[in-house]
């Protein structure tokens, strides 16, 4: 019973045990799951962290990499700020170069003098000025000159042509106006670049004694650019208007008027020193000068290629204009000091404005004439190339060398069909080049030969025959044993003849012209 | 030796004709040009010559001149009669190698039409001229050629419906081909021509050549059902297909000396050259301008036109032979003024003005309707004003004001109602198919023309 008892309790025993044990397995179950949870729990946050200071890595790298922008950029505005602080200073310094001081008009070298009184106009009438200053516009006078005096003729006005000292800058040299015009009642002033048409209006007439008549530059082409730097440079607090810049190249004014020019002298436009038409332009902007807006063809210039058509105008202004499109950039000229080196210079359109003139004036004479200046051709590699003479006319320059391919070849124009006289002519745009230059003329890219080549010959002319109408046709001119140059191409379309040629010897028939 | 001169240096040709070479040559020399300096030139040549001179000064065209000198020549009992261009010029010994030519010809043919020269072709070789002949050997046919008394026995005289030039020679060619009467040519190369030197040279002849050409053409078709042909003893044979002129039966070949004004009568003549004998084509505004310009303006010295176009041409060619000193062309259509004016030779007295009242313009100024009265501005008056563009009216009233004393109006496109008022304010000189010609009437105008200032 006892053992039985015994069994039983142990079974008990051993049952609670087993109960117990159990329990105590589910404990640590859920311990171990819960365990298992809060590993989990850990990964997880760790995992969070990590992914976040991955992040937090990441937006550092691209700050990081934003910041070296921003110093780079910051890097590079400093150095264009210096840039152009130190582009700033070496203009301003240019220009106070250039702002020379102002001279006394009792300075004899400083002052102008009347070259020409060509046209006596009555006394305190109207005078028509024109300022030479420079090589390139004594040239040009000798050209236009005949072109004014007829125009004063026709108008009954005076003619003056003063001689300005080259030292002195455009401004002063029209302060420098101021004693010559002072005693007119009237006065018109003209470069000397401008050439006047026959039975152009009188401009007195069409410009009133109140006002000052001049073509507003900025209605026909952009200005706006111009207008804002040279508010800058006077310090305007209202940028000057584009529609109101003039241009200063025709001047139609009176005695009314004499205080601009006075101003100019005194030279209190800018501390800057202004070229003439920004000085002109800041001084009207806050002066109460009326200004008359002149017609565009009382001071025609030509903006485009297009424009360069004298039958647009009664005054054609050449200005800063290219004939064409010029086809080189820089022109080369002898160094000062004597020796064979050259220097470059930016090759500018009044390098080039001789032939362009003389041409005008040919037609406006009834002569069918094209001349073609230096820009105009093309030059092969560094034998051939556009040069600058002493006096600053741009020619063709051919070094000597074997006669190979031509050095110099172009302007490529269109030519109607006729017969063609072509001159090689000097810088003066007068006189022959040298006869001895081997040239050939072609047309359609050299496919066509209109004359073989061969020296030009005496009076550096030749005469060529178009059947048809020619497109791209050229003068070519070839390398020799000496170098050469030319000023220009003159082309000239002979009137049709057909002539036939004198017997070259014995006695001509008697024929019903000869027997007039 | 009939010749026709119009702008062309006579001297060449009469140059190249020796006098003494066993042939007595007498000279029909017409003129039909205008310029000066050649009728005094000409004046001296056939003064010093044996000649028959006829300076009719106008355009009246070559048939008519060719018909006038064949009869001359005939009438005058001339052995041979030559039709010679006054573009062409005979080699040395060439004339008298000719005239040998055709005088044995005349013995050995006596019933022959026509014989023509070759020489060698000039000039340029552009449409206007040569073309694919252009420096070679040609046959002439009518520029060098003697007609004989067979032809005009046959066929009788030029069809002077053909004006100013081109298409008789082959008209008169192709008459002689359907009555078979003879051809000859002599094959040797005597001579060159510069062939249309004159139409090439002259710009106002040569605008207007287009038209009058077609014209011809078209007459041409008209009468023989295709195009000229006959080129010479080596063209191409014509596309004439019909073998009586107009296809009609009852029209023979023959034009005879009292048939030369009106060959084939109303039914067939040409109705547009009722004004040709003075230069002018009908039914074409341009050469009614030029020719109003001519009757009433000429020696005018400056002409102002509103509105550039085909006027322009014939204004900008009228006033070069005139000698004028200014011709003002305004237009409000800058691309088209560049266009008209591109196309004319650079004349120094041209001036071309792109203004627009509306918009800024090339000459914009102060005024407020430059268009209209830019003129104005200049203080120059106009011995003539055509009035052919925009804002007409307001351009009619200022041109009162701009005109000379003795300056005229031409108003173009009149045949409006809104013009009518017009006649108030001029006094009417002409009406023409597309101009009103007028004068400034003081009575009407209630101010002196050329008296007032300009505004």
Redesign the interface.
Known sequence: MRKVLHRLQRLLASGAMLEAGKRAKAERNVALAERDRAVEERDKARAAAEAMRAERDASLEERDKARAAAEAMRAERDASLEERDLAVRERDHALRQIAMPHPKMTDEAAAARVRVRVLQAASGSRNLIVPVQGAIANREIEITRPFFEAYCRHTGVGLEIIDVPEAITPVSAMASLRPIVESCERFAIMQPYMII???C??LF??VTEDKLGAIIEG??TDRRQRCLELSGLCGFSTPLPMENYLNSDLLVMSRRHLSLLDTLERGHVSSYGLDLQDALNALLYHSDICV??????FNWIPYAP?EF?W????IFNMSSSWRSPPTQAFAWRPKPDGSDAYLRARLQAQHCRLPSLIEITE????N?VRFVNAAEMSYEGLSARVHLTSDEAAVMWCGAAAPEGPAIFGPYLDLP??RWSVSLLGPDGVTAADPRIVVDVVHDSGRNTVRPRGPIGPGATIEIVL???ATNAEVRMYPGDRAYAVGCIRLNAC??????EQ?SSGPR???????? | MVVISYNA????L????????GHD?R?YVFLHGQDGALRTRLE??TS??DCRYFPYGTNRGVARSWNEGLLASFNDGNEATLLVND?I?F??GGFSAFANFVLSETRRVPEFGVVSAFGLE?????AI?AGKF??RPHWQGGACMAVGRGAIERIGYFDQNFWPAYFEDADYFHRLELQHVPMLWDERILL?H?RS?TV??DFLLGRLHRERNRRNEQYYIRKWGGLRGWGGPDGPPGQEIFTYPFNDPSVGCMIPLTAVEAPYGPKYDRRDLARSAAGVLGNSPPEELLWLLSKHAGGARRLLEWGAGENTAIMAGFAYAQGS??LLSIDHRAVHL?TV?EQL??Y???????IDAEE?S?????LDS?YVA?PA????RFDVVVIAGRWRMECAVLARKLLEPDGFVLFQDWKHRRYEVLRELFRLVEESDEFLVMRCDPAKAGFLPGKEAPP
């Open positions: 048409r026959d039975g209006p009188d007439a069409v209605r026909w008359y807006s002149l017609p565009r063809d297009e058509d039958r647009w105008a009664w037609q406006l004479r009834g069918n069909a006729g059947d048809r109408d009137s049709e003849s057909h002539a036939p017997a028939p008697r024929t019903a012209a000869a027997a007039v | 240096d006579p001297e060449p009469f140059r190249s004709i020796p006098l003494v070479e040559v000279f001296t040549i010093a010559i573009d010029y080699y040395e000039t000039g340029a070789a552009n001229g252009y420096q060159e510069n030197r090439r040279t000193e200014l560049r004016i030779p650079r120094p007295f041209l001036h071309a003005r792109f800024l090339e000459t914009g100024s102060d430059a830019y501005l200049l203080g120059i």
